[in-house]
T-cell receptor
Framework: GENVEQHPSTLSVQEGDSAVIKCTYS??????FPWYKQELGKRPQLIIDIRSNVGEKKDQRIAVTLNKTAKHFSLHITETQPEDSAVYFC????????????FGPGTSLSVIP | DTEVTQTPKHLVMGMTNKKSLKCEQHMGHRAMYWYKQKAKKPPELMFV???????INESVPSRFSPECPNSSLLNLHLHALQPEDSALYLCASSREQGGLQPQHFGDGTRLSIL
């Protein structure tokens, strides 16, 4: 089955700097890659997603890149702000009717003011 | 606004109690999910319902019993739980079950077993 790895497990950056979180997946059939942000005590929230027919997607300060050949994808946050502090989970899934989303172990991001 | 509503927000129960967790969504989604989440860990899938039918059971112990009364509601019935079952229980929904559908999560029920 699919396995998703995520690095680093913790990340501290100064406010205004960029943050990068990297994930790898094992199943080459995976074709949908969402990213979730979970603030302390709150629900996971989808912040951006990418499908395998796209190499990069951007939404304001957040961007995701996908390298299908290497089976890895990354989240880039620019101009980080304290409110970006949270746990970020990458995930992978396959477009079949009965498949499920496999989450990475998470990255705890701290943005230091 | 939370589009997936879960009740209660907090629940403390003894190992012999019976309780239920409830989840509701009005987005017309036809897939609904139960996840268990321990602190600083990713959500762990328990059950998936697709069109009100149980689609996936991730070998969850029978002390957890899911129910989908209609397309908007999802329940999780709890009985004879163990202390290790203490966790955040998240409900999620998506338009359809399938790999390209983003899941929308509720705020969860924080469950403590005494």
């Amino acid at each position: 089955g699919e396995n998703v790895e995520q690095h680093p497990s913790t990340l501290s950056v100064q406010e205004g700097d960029s943050a990068v979180i990297k994930c790898t997946y094992s199943d080459s059939a995976s074709n949908y890659f969402p990213w979730y942000k979970q603030e302390l005590g709150k629900r996971p929230q989808l912040i951006i997603d990418i499908r395998s027919n796209v190499g990069e997607k951007k939404d304001q300060r957040i961007a995701v890149t996908l390298n299908k050949t290497a089976k890895h994808f990354s989240l880039h946050i620019t101009e980080t702000q304290p409110e970006d502090s949270a746990v970020y989970f990458c995930a992978a899934s396959i477009e079949t009717s009965y498949d499920k989303v496999i989450f990475g172990p998470g990255t705890s991001l701290s943005v230091i003011p | 606004d939370t589009e997936v509503t879960q009740t209660p927000k907090h629940l403390v129960m003894g190992m012999t109690n019976k309780k239920s967790l409830k989840c509701e969504q009005h987005m017309g989604h036809r897939a609904m999910y139960w996840y268990k989440q321990k602190a600083k860990k990713p959500p762990e899938l328990m059950f998936v319902y697709s069109y009100e039918k149980l689609s996936i059971n991730e070998s969850v112990p029978s002390r957890f019993s899911p129910e989908c009364p209609n397309s908007s509601l999802l329940n999780l019935h709890l009985h004879a739980l163990q202390p290790e079952d203490s966790a955040l229980y998240l409900c999620a929904s998506s338009r359809e079950q399938g790999g390209l559908q983003p899941q929308h999560f509720g705020d969860g029920t924080r469950l403590s077993i005494l």
